[in-house]
C-alpha cells in the first residue's frame, strides 16, 4: 500500500494505492476510507487500487471553487484522464453519486462503473423522503439504518484519537455536499442517460437507508441508453462496501469480465 | 448611559413533563401547542414588556425556532409590535439568526423598517444561531462564519448606502438592486450587537466595532471576553471602548427578601434544564464545531457518555450541575443574579468590576410558568431599587474615572 498526493488542478487528494493490474478508482461513501480495507485489498489482488480521499475527506485539500458533488465529479473526470488505461470506477453510497456524476462528465472513457447503493437522484415526490434522515437520528440507530446486521457495524469505541478527527472531517465533508438538498441533485436524473460505459447498480437487500422502495432500481433504469443492471448482495445493508467486500469485489470481478467479453464480442462482431 | 435591556424567551411552559415527553424541540407535534393558551401567553409577555418600558427599563427579544422553548420566533414581528406598543424603551434583538435566513437584504428591510416606525430605538443584533436551528430551518452548519460575515457586510452596506442601488455577487448571496426603502432612522445606522462565549471570536466583534454580548458564562468568562475585545482595541490604535460595547445577559430576579428572590429565581433557572431537553443529535450538525472538538463528541458519543458543558471557563459549573444547583450558589461567580435590592446591587457591582465594566445588563426575567405580577414585581425592584442606585455609586463614578475598580482576588 502506498500513500500518495495526487495533483488535479488545484486539488491536492491525499489517494491510498495498493495492488496491480488494471486500474480501479474506488469513490469513498460518507465515511472515507475508514472502513474500506476488506474491500480495497479483496480487489487489490487483480486491480492496481487507486483510492483518493474526495476534497474535505482525509488530507485532500478542497479549494474555494470546489462546493457541489458535481465539482467533484469535474476531479475525478480529470483524473482519470490523465491514467493509463480507462479505469474501471466503484462508488459506494455518496461515492457512487460522485461516480455517477463522473460517468455523465468525462470525456475520457471508462471500462465500466459500478454504482453501490448510489445516492445523488431523487426519485419520490416532495413529501416523501429517498433516505433516512442520518443528522436527524440518535447515534444508536444510525447502524441500524446503515448495516445489514447491526450487530456487525463497525466499533466506535476506544479508537485512537486521531480515527475520531477523521470522522469529524468526514462527516462536516458529508453535509458540505449533502445537507441541501439532502443527498442528491435535482438536475442529476435527467443526464444520467449520458453515462456511455457499461454500468451497474449493486445494492443490499436489507439496505435501510433507502426509504423509497425499489430506489436502486429505478436509479439503474436512468442509466444510459438502455438502463443500467441491478444486483442485490442478499443480508447486506447500504453499507454494502463494508457488510459484503469479498461479495461486492466478486460482482465487480464479474461485471467487469463480462463486459470485457462484450466489448471482445462486439469488436469481432464489427470485422 | 447604564442599560438593562430584560426579556422572555417567550416559552410554551405546558408541555408534559419531561418524565414522559423527554423531548421539547424539532419533533414535538404541535397539537400540544394550545393556540387559546398561545394568545394568553403573548399577552402576558408584551404585557411584560410594556410595563418594563412604562418602568424605564428596555428592552430584548430573542428568537428560536420549531420549539417550545421559545415562541417568539421572528423577532422583527414581536419588534414592530413594541415599536407602537411602547413609548421610550430601546428595543435590542440578540437576534437575527443570519445564516439561518436566506436573505440578508430581507432582514435589513425589517430592522431599517422597525428603526423608523420606534423613530431610533432600535438595536440590531446579529447572531449564529444554536446548532439546534440548523435542523429546524434546514440550513448547513458548514462554513456559518463565512456566511455570517458575508451577511454582515450585505447588510451594514444596505444600511449606509444612500445613493442608489448597488450590487452584490458574493460568495453566498446575490442581489442586483440593493436599495433600502425605508433607510433606518438612526444614522449612520443602528447599534450593531452580537453575542460570543468564547474570547476568540470577540476580536472580530472589536473589527467591526460592534457591541459584544455575553451569556451566563460568569465573571471569569465575560471578563475573558472583555478582555480579548478591549486587546483587540487597543491593538489596533482605537481609544478605549465605551462601556455601552460590553454587556452580559444574566438570568435575574430582585425580590424584597434574598429567601424570596432565589426561591422565585429557581424558575427562571428551569430554562437550563428546557435547554438541555432534546436528542443530542439536535444540537450536534456537523460543521457547527470546528473538527478538532467535535471528534471529542464523537468520542463521547460512542462511549454512550455525553459530558455536559460547562457555562465558562473553570471553575464554572456545567449545564447539568446548573440544574440541581441552588441559585445562591450560582449567583456567587455571576452566573445568576438574585436576592433582594441590596444583594443584587453588590452582585452587579461586583460583577462589573470582575469584568472590567460594562454598559448593558440583559437579565431573563421570566421563564416557565412565571406570572406578570410577579415578573413586573421583579422588574420594578430592579428599576426602582437597584439600578438608580448602582449608576450613582457605580456606573457614573467609574465613567467620570472617580471610581476605581476593586479588581477581584485571583
Redesign the interface.
Known amino acids: 500500500m502506498a500513500q500518495r498526493h495526487v495533483a488535479v488542478g488545484d486539488v491536492t487528494l491525499d489517494t491510498v494505492e495498493l495492488g496491480a493490474g488494471p486500474p480501479l478508482l474506488f469513490l469513498h461513501g460518507e465515511d472515507g476510507l475508514m472502513h474500506c480495507r476488506p474491500l480495497l485489498d479483496d480487489l487489490a489482488s487483480s486491480y492496481r487500487v487507486i483510492a483518493p480521499h474526495h476534497p474535505a475527506w482525509g488530507e485532500s485539500t478542497r479549494p474555494?471553487h470546489i462546493g457541489e458533488t458535481r465539482d467533484l465529479g469535474l476531479v475525478y473526470a480529470e483524473l482519470v484522464e490523465s491514467l493509463e488505461a480507462p479505469p474501471l470506477v466503484l462508488g459506494c453510497s455518496f461515492g457512487g453519486w460522485v461516480a455517477a456524476e463522473l460517468g455523465v462528465l468525462t470525456r475520457a472513457p471508462l471500462a465500466a462503473i459500478v454504482l453501490a447503493a448510489p445516492t445523488g437522484v431523487k426519485i419520490g415526490g416532495r413529501e416523501d423522503r429517498d433516505f433516512a434522515d442520518i443528522?436527524?437520528?440518535?447515534?444508536d440507530d444510525l447502524p441500524g439504518i446503515l448495516y445489514g446486521d447491526p450487530a456487525r457495524s463497525p466499533v466506535?469505541?476506544d479508537?485512537p484519537?486521531e480515527d475520531?478527527?477523521y470522522?469529524?472531517?468526514a462527516?462536516?465533508a458529508?453535509?458540505?455536499y449533502c445537507?441541501?438538498p439532502y443527498m442528491h441533485d435535482p438536475t442529476l436524473a435527467p443526464w444520467l442517460r449520458r453515462i456511455a460505459a457499461p454500468t451497474l447498480v449493486v445494492a443490499g437487500s436489507e439496505d435501510r437507508f433507502a426509504l423509497l422502495e425499489g430506489y436502486y432500481g429505478r436509479y439503474a433504469t436512468l442509466i444510459g441508453e438502455r438502463g443500467a443492471e441491478l444486483r442485490t448482495i442478499e443480508g447486506a445493508g447500504h453499507r454494502v462496501e463494508e457488510d459484503a467486500p469479498a461479495e461486492l469485489a466478486a460482482i465487480v470481478r464479474e461485471f467487469d469480465s463480462e463486459r470485457a467479453a462484450a466489448a471482445v464480442g462486439a469488436s469481432s462482431g464489427d470485422q | 448611559m447604564f442599560r438593562a435591556y430584560v426579556f422572555t424567551e417567550m416559552p410554551y411552559p405546558y408541555l408534559p413533563p419531561a418524565a414522559l415527553m423527554p423531548n421539547n424541540r424539532?419533533?414535538v407535534p404541535n397539537s400540544y401547542y394550545d393556540p387559546d393558551a398561545g394568545y394568553e401567553l403573548y399577552k402576558k409577555y408584551f404585557d411584560i414588556y410594556h410595563a418594563a418600558d412604562e418602568l424605564g427599563l428596555d428592552l430584548m427579544v430573542n428568537e428560536h425556532h420549531t420549539t417550545a422553548t421559545c415562541t417568539n420566533a421572528v423577532t422583527a414581528l414581536s419588534m414592530a409590535i413594541l415599536a407602537r406598543e411602547t413609548k421610550r424603551a430601546r428595543i435590542l434583538t440578540l437576534g437575527n439568526p443570519l445564516v439561518h435566513r436566506p436573505d440578508p437584504v430581507r432582514v435589513a428591510e425589517e430592522m431599517a423598517t422597525v428603526d423608523v416606525i420606534s423613530r431610533g430605538r432600535t438595536d440590531v443584533g446579529f447572531v449564529r444561531g444554536v446548532p439546534q436551528e440548523c435542523?429546524a430551518v434546514?440550513?448547513?452548519?458548514?462554513?456559518m462564519r463565512e456566511r455570517f460575515w458575508e451577511a454582515v457586510d450585505l447588510i451594514m452596506k444596505a444600511f449606509t448606502t444612500h445613493d442608489g442601488p448597488f450590487n452584490w455577487e458574493g460568495?453566498y448571496y446575490h442581489h442586483r438592486a440593493v436599495n433600502l426603502w425605508p433607510r433606518p432612522y438612526q444614522q449612520p445606522h443602528p447599534p450593531i450587537w452580537s453575542p460570543t462565549t468564547g474570547a476568540a471570536s470577540a476580536p472580530m466583534l472589536a473589527d467591526r466595532d460592534i457591541t459584544v454580548a455575553t451569556m451566563a458564562v460568569g465573571a471569569r468568562g465575560c471578563a475573558e471576553v472583555f478582555k480579548a475585545y478591549r486587546a483587540r482595541c487597543e491593538e489596533l490604535g482605537r481609544p478605549e471602548p465605551p462601556l455601552s460595547k460590553f454587556a452580559y445577559s444574566v438570568q435575574l430576579f430582585v425580590g424584597d427578601t434574598d429567601e424570596q428572590a432565589f426561591s422565585e429565581a429557581e424558575k427562571v433557572k428551569l430554562w437550563y434544564r428546557e435547554a438541555g431537553r432534546h436528542?443530542?443529535?439536535?444540537s450536534d450538525?456537523?460543521?457547527y464545531l470546528p473538527?478538532?472538538v467535535?471528534?471529542?463528541?464523537?468520542?463521547a458519543?460512542?462511549?454512550g457518555s455525553i459530558p455536559s458543558l460547562p457555562l465558562g471557563p473553570p471553575p464554572a459549573p456545567t449545564v447539568a450541575e446548573v440544574v440541581n444547583t441552588p441559585v445562591r450558589d450560582l449567583t456567587a461567580g455571576g452566573f445568576m443574579m438574585a436576592g433582594n435590592p441590596d444583594t443584587v446591587f453588590e452582585q452587579m457591582r461586583d460583577f462589573f468590576d470582575a469584568v472590567g465594566g460594562l454598559g448593558n445588563l440583559l437579565p431573563m426575567m421570566q421563564y416557565s410558568t412565571m406570572p406578570l405580577d410577579l415578573v413586573v414585581g421583579s422588574m420594578e425592584r430592579l428599576a426602582r431599587d437597584v439600578l438608580p442606585r448602582f449608576i450613582a455609586e457605580v456606573y457614573e463614578p467609574t465613567v467620570r474615572g472617580e471610581r476605581e475598580m476593586r479588581v477581584p482576588a485571583a
Open positions: 474555494a443528522w436527524i437520528a440518535a447515534f466506535l469505541v479508537r484519537d475520531y478527527l470522522l469529524a472531517k462527516q462536516e458529508t453535509a458540505r445537507w441541501k | 424539532i419533533s435542523i434546514n440550513s448547513s452548519a458548514v462554513d460568495t436528542p443530542i443529535q439536535y450538525p456537523p460543521g473538527p478538532e467535535r471528534a471529542k463528541v464523537l468520542k458519543k460512542a462511549r
